[in-house]
């Protein structure tokens, strides 16, 4: 199992531009606050700030994103193959 730092590097690769916004919008929607400089801290794989709650929501994050892009290839495949 990698270690945490590794983890949270590859976690915060994969988020799209934008994206502590977002987890902090979407944490908001459940009556979490926390600031953008938080979140980022949270996600720094250099000097983390152990959240769980914050960590859970940006793998959320990823996991809708990568399903999004999953659609849209799809969705383009039909384009080039109508049938």
């Given at each position: 199992?990698?270690?945490?730092?590794?983890?949270?590097?590859?976690?915060r690769k994969k988020l799209p531009y934008g994206s502590f916004k977002?987890?902090?919008?979407r944490l908001n929607e459940k009556d979490i606050r926390f600031s953008i400089?938080?979140?980022?801290?949270?996600?720094?794989?250099i000097?983390?700030?152990y959240n769980q709650t914050i960590i859970e929501e940006a793998i959320n994050v990823v996991e809708e994103e990568a399903i999004q892009i999953n659609k849209l290839c799809h969705r383009?495949?039909?384009l080039n193959n109508p049938s």
């Amino acid at each position: 199992m990698k270690n945490r730092n590794e983890s949270l590097s590859e976690l915060r690769k994969k988020l799209p531009y934008g994206s502590f916004k977002r987890i902090q919008s979407r944490l908001n929607e459940k009556d979490i606050r926390f600031s953008i400089q938080y979140i980022s801290r949270c996600l720094n794989p250099i000097h983390p700030d152990y959240n769980q709650t914050i960590i859970e929501e940006a793998i959320n994050v990823v996991e809708e994103e990568a399903i999004q892009i999953n659609k849209l290839c799809h969705r383009i495949e039909r384009l080039n193959n109508p049938s």
